[in-house]
Structure formats: structure tokens, C-alpha cells
């Protein structure tokens, strides 16, 4: 991090200050700021950066402190918090900043922005502990989808970590299943592998705490490497009642760095014995341009071997379509935000119609998320959209119970 030291130094005086109840520590990212640069220069990027700072102080009060602790990150350090709900406020109200254009060389330019905060005392003594909440609330408000987060006073996140790995080690995660139907038949084609974690000691995990953590503790590697082995096994299982059916697996952006990656899938699908054509792969916009030349490699190492690439949450990440000619991909799925409001909203009808008829140009099947009433299925099926799930077609469910269902249909 960029001003680590200063920005501890803020902390510290605002924390030692026997005036003030409390202390917040924020953390504000604009999203997708470097391909930003590479698509307008750095130069207009720069003078971008300054706007969004300025305008940021504007949002704040002379007691607080902003500190640039990236390209177009900051940190900010809230004093004289009555109570965190005042730091929850402060995050919303620089968010706002967000709404209207930036102007920059004549353009107008639309950002979107994410933030994570932590309160002292409630979430660490240390500005090392506040940081690290702050950041950990900034990863869940992206990978949730939410503008801003707060850290979960609850966590011990040291020892979570250690469960985890403990977890990874002696293989106590499991594997559910979702059902994805193919829509003109209703006819159940392919599964979603979706990784789930109860822990003994502390009950059902939630996968986005999990998973998140694993992405920011270095556990991608060993989370992926687990989910691709357990998901083919279980997958073997139910191939011995349908040859046919595929399994859609998520791989994270953080394992593409991992060495070996491609020969730990390839030796799991022989493993398994399974046909790679029923392998489909899942990765989001976002996590394919974090590295867009690695991505691209892994990507076509492993469409090569005959495994299939998916778009995930398509439509929700990256706003430019060129990463379309470089990747090798063949299915697209339609986030469920266009297809939860597809029914009532005209215009998300629309933008689910032309992902459809964009799969189909480019050669691809289209799938759709997040279908939860027969409305929605009837609407998606009409449009020609190829695949879908969602708690209407089927839930999340065990082996067995899914093993149950295929005995049931043939």
C-alpha cells in the first residue's frame, strides 16, 4: 500500500485523541481504474485521479483526513465518531460523489466506486487491525455486489484462516449441486458445482466469506485445486445415470497466477475419467482482464484440451466488449440483475434480448441466472435463450439428492 506510513500515522493521532469517541478508517476504489488508463492515456487517467480527490474533500469535514493510498484509491480517516453508523454515513455520502459525471480533456466520464470501512475500537486497537478490516469490508462490497461494507466486528479472521486451511487439508468442504435446465424441453442438462463449508466449530459458512478470504489470504490456489477434484468426483457419479450431463465449475482470477494450474485440471478431468466437452469452466469479466494476457493463455491451454470456457455474471463487470475476440469462450450467463427485472422492466427485457441474440452471433449458448418464477423461465424461453437456473428450476442440493432426481427423470 502507497502512504502505508502515513496513513498509520493518521490513525494513530486520531486514535490517541482523548477528545474523540471514536475513529473510522475507509477505504474507497474506483472500479476498473487501470483499463480505464489504457483505454484514455495515462495522462487523462492522472488528472481523472485529481478530480475524484477533490471532489472527495469536498465530501468530508475539516477534521478528516484523506490520504491517496493507490492509482485512484484513498483512504480516509474519520475522527469524532459518535457511533459507526456516523462512519456508514460518511461512506455513503463520498459514494454520492460518484453519481454525476467527472469531466476530464472534454469528456464526460461515468465511475463507479466501492468502499469498505472498520471503527476503532470496535474492530482493532492497532491501525494495522483497522486496515485490514477495512480492506477485507472493501472485498465484500465488490464481490457482493453492495457500495459499501463494514467490517464484521465478529470475525476472528487469523483463526478463520487456519480453519480454512485445516478445512482444504483434510478435505471438509463438500460440494452442492444447482441444476441448470435447458429452457425449450425443460429437460436437466448440466450442474453448477458450488463449493459449502460447515464448520464444527462455527456452523455453516457463508461461501462469500470463504471464498473471499481465500482470495486474499492465498488459498485460491488450494480452494480451487479442492473444487475442481470434489466437483469432478461427485460429477463422476452422476454421469454413471447421465453420460451427458456437464459441470460447470468457477474458477477464481487469484489462482491464474498458480503455477501448474492447467496440468492440476487436466490431471483431475483424467482422473475422473471425464469427457473434457462436459467441463465447463466459469469465469467472471473481472477476473479475466485483472490479467487479461495470463487469462487469455490459461484460457486457451484449457479450451485447447476441449474444455469449455463461460462468461460469469456477464454484463455485471468489464463495460468493453474487445475481450470477446481474444478469449476463447463459448457459453455466456446473463447476470441475474437483467434477468430478476427482465419481467417488469422494459428496458432490462431488452438488454437480456440482445446478450441472447450476442451469444448466438458469436457462436455461443446463452444462459440465464437468477430465474426465480415461471414468468421469467417463459420470458427467457420466448427470447431463445438457450440454458437457465435458479431457485425456480432448482436449488443448490446435495449429491444424493440430485443422484435422486436423475433416477426420478429417466
Known sequence: MLNRSRLFERIDEATQNGNSPSTGVLLLRVDRFHELCGFLGYEIGDALCDEVRERLCGALRESDWLVPVGDCDVAVVLSGL???????????????????????????????????????PLHGQRPE?????AERALAIARSSGIDWAMADESEDEAALYQDLRHALMENLLHVHFQPVIELKQGRLVGVEALARWDCPRRGSIRPDRFITLAEQTGL????TRW?????????????????????????????FPQAG??????????????????VVLEVTE?????????????LQRLDHAGLRI???????????????????????????????????????????SSMVE???????????????????????????CDRAQGYHLGRPMPTESLLDLLRKTA
Open 82 to 120: 459518535i457511533s459507526p453508523n456516523h462512519a456508514a454515513l460518511a461512506a455513503q455520502r463520498l459514494l454520492r460523489e460518484f453519481e454525476l459525471p467527472f469531466e476530464s480533456d472534454g469528456r464526460s466520464i461515468k465511475l463507479q466506486a466501492h468502499v469498505g470501512y472498520s471503527v476503532f
Open 129 to 133: 487491525d483497522l486496515c485490514r478490516g
Open 220 to 223: 485460491a490456489g488450494e480452494l
Open 227 to 255: 473444487s475442481v477434484n470434489a466437483a469432478l468426483r461427485e460429477h463422476a457419479r452422476l454421469r454413471a445415470l447421465d453420460p451427458d450431463l456437464r459441470c460447470s465449475i468457477n474458477l477464481s482470477s487469484k489462482a
Open 261 to 278: 494450474l492447467v496440468e492440476q485440471i487436466l490431471d483431475a478431468v483424467a482422473l475422473w475419467d471425464t469427457p473434457p466437452a462436459s
Open 286 to 298: 473481472t477476473a479475466m482482464m485483472e490479467n487479461p494476457e495470463l487469462s487469455a493463455r490459461v
Open 310 to 352: 463461460a462468461i460469469d455474471d456477464f454484463g455485471k463487470g468489464y463495460s468493453s466488449l474487445s475481450y470477446l475476440k481474444h478469449f476463447p469462450v463459448r457459453e455466456l450467463k446473463i447476470d441475474q440483475s437483467f434477468v430478476r427485472d427482465a419481467g417488469s422492466d422494459p428496458r432490462s427485457a431488452r438488454l437480456v
Open 358 to 384: 450476442l451469444a448466438h452471433h458469436l457462436g455461443m449458448e446463452a444462459v440465464a441466472e437468477g430465474i426465480e418464477a415461471e414468468g421469467s423461465a417463459t420470458l427467457l424461453r420466448e427470447m431463445g
